[in-house]
């Protein structure tokens, strides 16, 4: 991902609602074609749903997350 566009995933995480997790927040804030190559990967692993992704971005620092971000 491009600098800007981390910057504007990051923006968006910071505008929803507290009320979500922070792994909601990140995982919604992704671009469409991040997303759906997640859902893609946890529909092939078996799950029923992306909320294991869900939990290992809460589970991420704000470094690591960008780290994350670098290379998706």
Avoid: H, W
């Avoid at 074609?33 to 869900?54: A, H, M, P, Y």
């Amino acid at each position: 991902m491009t600098t800007s566009t981390i910057t504007k995933v990051i923006k968006k995480v910071k505008q929803l609602p507290n009320t979500y997790s922070l792994g909601f927040r990140r995982l919604t804030s992704l671009p469409l074609r991040v997303r759906k190559n997640i859902n893609i990967t946890c529909i092939l692993k078996g799950e029923q749903s992306d909320r294991s992704f869900q939990d290992y971005l809460n589970n991420l620092s704000d470094d690591a997350f960008i780290d994350f971000l670098k290379t998706a």
